[in-house]
């Protein structure tokens, strides 16, 4: 165990199972000597991600649904009552209606339009709301994003919007939070094989296009961007905020496929 982050204690929100980023990332923070809570969904999900937090020392565990007020409140009222402060806040939440993950943007329902929005960005807004007030003597905050926000991605549809509004966000809530020592960035790897990731029409094609062509010829890991999250938020990355943080191999910097590939 390092002690990067000794004597931070911070939630992290997305866990789904040992693949997912979030995941990644609070196994990296906790190896690094963070003290962590975690958010889930529901008993379904409560159970799995019971065992994990587990294995990183954790039996705090608070049921949240990020488009309930009440939810969000009683949540933040456990971290406050049973931690009195918060250091720093993992936000790797978004959903869209699988069935439009396929197919043309333009057919985005409206209903799906809106729901997108509120659980990919809405609620890093609602959770940053309910952490500042906990983070008195500064912080930080960190989403999850993806290329797919300023670039097309075949099939992301609506949630390249959804991302692209979230990315704005991040820089307005760093705006907000700074003079309050409170940091904000997202963490934008590459395809992962993730619960998320597998939702997404031709993820396959696209995890194999991205290996076989990014500059380094490798996806983004969960140890790559565990590392990326203990660094920002660690003292090293005390100046750094508003950012987007591009953990993909280096595929971002492309215009075409190599030449190989073409």
């Not at 608070?62 to 009440?70: E, H, Q, S, T």
């Not at 439009?100 to 329902?109: A, K, P, Q, V």
């Not at 696209?206 to 990014?214: G, I, K, P």
């Not at 565990?226 to 987007?244: F, P, Q």
Request: aromatic letters at 8%.
């Amino acid at each position: 165990m390092g002690d990067l982050l000794k004597g931070k204690r911070g939630l992290v929100m997305g866990v789904a199972n040992d693949h997912s980023i979030a995941w990644g990332i609070a196994r990296a923070v906790a190896a690094e000597g963070a003290e962590l809570a975690f958010s889930y969904q529901g008993e379904a999900f409560g159970k799995r991600v019971q065992p994990l937090a587990a294995s990183v020392g954790s039996d705090f565990l608070v049921d949240v649904d990020v488009a309930d007020d009440a939810s969000l409140d009683a949540a933040f009222a456990a971290i406050n009552e049973r931690w009195g402060k918060l250091d720093f806040l993992i936000h790797a939440i978004a959903f869209s209606n699988k069935n439009e993950l396929t197919g043309r943007f333009m057919n985005t329902s409206r209903a799906n339009f809106k729901h997108s929005l509120e659980i990919s960005c809405y609620s890093l807004i609602e959770v940053a709301r309910r952490a500042h007030p906990l983070m008195s003597d500064g912080g930080s905050l960190i989403t999850l994003t993806y290329g797919g926000s300023n670039r097309v991605t075949p099939f992301y549809n609506v949630m390249g919007v959804a991302k692209a509004a979230l990315e704005s966000s991040v820089r307005y809530l760093a705006n907000d939070l700074g003079p309050d020592g409170i940091r904000v960035n997202a963490i934008s790897p590459g395809p992962m094989k993730t619960l998320a990731g597998a939702a997404i029409g031709g993820a396959r094609k696209t995890f194999r296009h991205t290996e076989a062509n990014a500059p380094l010829r490798a996806n983004a890991t969960l140890e790559a961007i565990g590392g990326t999250a203990c660094w920002l938020l660690s003292d090293w990355g005390a100046c750094t905020t508003g950012e987007i943080v591009t953990v993909d191999g280096g595929y971002h910097v492309l215009g075409m496929p190599q030449s190989d590939n073409l």
